[in-house]
């Protein structure tokens, strides 16, 4: 297995733009989750699923960050209108089902706004 | 909600020496607690893990350790070698499935 694939890699934008981060988790896997990671913060949890359904988004910080599962393969973060105080990098996990707990992580999206 | 305590917030010991990380949960259902090694750049990895019913575990030259009374847990590295140079996290569950990840170490190992 490819294990979970995120892209883009790398995302420079501008501030007013709107970014959308991908995300594929490990084929079988019924729960996904977006992290993002910052120096200050550390690694902070926004939003997981399980069987494409949005359990918990506490996390998200504000209106501006939206995230979607149509499919059991594929989600997406999308922030819009994107600021600079979004700049980190964002991790997307997943895991077998609820009982197992143990989370795989993607390589990661580095995320720049100027 | 859960609390992850973690240190030291660095660490820096001689090649073969042994290192020792400590976090402390304030959630008394947790009982999940993994731990994960962060190479710069790179995305965190699983490297040991622990559920509650259990005191101690070992893998190779790691080992982490669980004190449910005290809500606390530790990652026990022995032999230390250059690549173990990382920054390391360690997490608890809250609720379900949510892993809160305490603010992480890094780790120096000196040649």
């Known amino acids: 297995d490819a294990g979970v694939i995120q892209s883009p890699r790398h995302e420079v934008t501008e501030m007013g733009q709107e970014v959308t981060l991908r995300c594929k988790p490990i084929s079988g896997h019924n729960s996904l989750f977006w992290y993002r990671q910052t120096m200050m913060r550390g690694l902070e949890l926004l939003i997981y699923?399980?069987?494409?359904?949005?359990?918990?988004d506490s996390g998200m910080p504000e209106d501006r960050f939206s995230a979607k599962m149509p499919n059991a393969s594929f989600s997406t973060l999308k922030i819009q209108p994107s600021e600079p105080r979004d700049s980190a990098v964002y991790f997307c996990?997943?895991?077998?089902?609820?009982?197992?707990?143990?989370?795989?992580f993607g390589a990661g999206t580095r995320l720049s706004v100027l | 909600g859960e609390n992850v305590e973690q240190h030291p917030s660095t660490l820096s010991v001689q090649e073969g020496d042994s290192a020792v990380i400590k976090c402390t949960y304030s959630d008394s259902a947790s009982n999940y607690f993994p731990w994960y090694k962060q190479e710069l750049g790179k995305r965190p990895q699983l490297i040991i893990d622990i559920r509650s019913n259990v005191g101690e575990k070992k893998d190779q030259r790691i080992a982490v350790t669980l004190n449910k009374t005290a809500k606390h847990f530790s990652l026990h590295i022995t032999e230390t070698q250059p690549e173990d140079s990382a920054v390391y996290f360690c997490?608890?569950?809250?609720?379900?499935?949510?892993?809160?990840f305490g603010q992480g170490t890094r780790l120096t190992i000196n040649p």
């Open positions: 699923f399980n069987n494409n359904v949005p359990i918990d």
């Open positions: 997490a608890a569950t809250w609720g379900a499935q949510k892993l809160v």
């Open positions: 996990a997943s895991n077998l089902d609820s009982s197992k707990n143990i989370q795989y």
